[in-house]
């Protein structure tokens, strides 16, 4: 059975760092895009970082570009997300996502084939 298992969120104060894990089970995910959503309460799920299947190609939303990095150890079926410089604006369930097969990177909520449980982050002001 597949699956996917946030973790390392929890509170932290704005100008804070969290890191997140995403661990694989089940099958490998080496050969597929990864990539990382949120959503914050009353709003649609959105796209935060993306990563191909060797990790040597990313792609961040706006909103964060500078202040995350999403990286991969496909030996460990392993995905993190590094988050610096945290904002009240931040705060969401953060999610992992495989890209569905042929997609090199992951942007999109509908080409995501398994979604993790989520983990919530939140940053105090």
């Known amino acids: 059975q597949v699956q996917l298992v946030e973790s390392g969120g929890g509170l932290v104060q704005a100008g804070g760092s969290l890191r997140l894990s995403c661990a694989a089970s089940g099958r490998t995910f080496s050969g597929y895009a990864m990539g990382w959503f949120r959503q914050a309460p009353g709003k649609e799920r959105e796209f935060v970082a993306t990563i191909n299947w060797s990790g040597d190609s990313t792609d961040y939303a706006d909103s964060v570009k500078g202040r995350f990095t999403i990286s991969r150890d496909n030996s460990k079926n392993l995905v993190y997300l590094q988050m610096n410089s945290l904002k009240p604006e931040d705060t969401a369930v953060y999610y992992c996502?495989?890209?569905?097969?042929?997609?090199?990177?992951?942007?999109?909520?509908?080409?995501?084939?398994?979604w993790g449980q989520g983990t919530q982050v939140t940053v105090s002001s």
């Open positions: 996502g495989v890209g569905q097969s042929g997609f090199v990177q992951v942007r999109i909520t509908r080409h995501v084939g398994f």
